[in-house]
Each structure stands twice: as C-alpha cells, then as structure tokens.
Nanobody
C-alpha cells in the first residue's frame, strides 16, 4: 500500500514563502508523476504544478514565476517552493502521485491535504 505524507503548510503573510514537502512510502517501483493540487475556499480543485520522473514540469498560470516544483527520486519526495505568496494562494494543498507498484500496478494516490493560509 502507498501513502503520501505532506508537511510544510501553515500561516504566512503576503509576500512570504513556504516550502511544502510530500513523501511517498510503501511498496513503490517508481513514481511517474508527482504534483500538487489546491482547493481554495468555495472553488474547485485545480492543478498547481506537476513534475515527471525525468523532470518535465507544468505550472498553473497563476503561480508561474513564483512557485517551483522539484523532486528527489531517491527519497520519493516532491517539494513545492512557494514564494511571493498572495492571499489568493490560500487553499488546501494536496499532494498527488501516479505510482507504479510491483503487485498492484499503476495507482493514483492523494495526500490528506495541508492548509496554506496567506494573510494580507
């Protein structure tokens, strides 16, 4: 069984920075894609950023130039460095991964979510 454990959320003032971490654990052969989604209050969940195993990245237009996604394949961990945070970044952030496991095959796994609150 695979699980994603997130950390790094919290309260920060506008213009500040936070770094989110998400570590995958369990029976894992490889993680093809890792990413972050977020769900602001009253809105749909949206993709923030994602990164493939070889390092290709995609970002939401609203975070380009401010957020950076990275991963440590040896640790099965993905990071989201969030700079110049804005109140509109306030959301529950969810780690997401497409995982290849030896027995169960391909799995889509979600973290439990971590709250990021940006005050004005």
């Amino acid at each position: 069984q695979v699980q994603l454990v997130e950390s790094g959320g919290g309260l920060v003032q506008a213009g500040g920075s936070l770094r989110l971490s998400c570590a995958a654990s369990g029976s894992i052969f490889s993680i093809n894609v890792m990413g972050w989604y977020r769900q602001p209050p009253g809105k749909q969940r949206e993709l923030v950023a994602r990164i493939t195993k070889v390092g290709s990245t995609d970002y939401a237009e609203s975070v380009k130039g401010r957020f950076t996604i990275s991963r440590d394949n040896a640790k099965n961990t993905v990071y989201l460095q969030m700079n110049d945070l804005k109140p509109e970044d306030t959301a529950v952030y969810y780690c997401h991964a497409l995982v290849l496991t030896p027995i169960l095959g391909s799995l889509e796994v979600w973290g439990q979510g971590t709250l990021v609150t940006v005050s004005s």
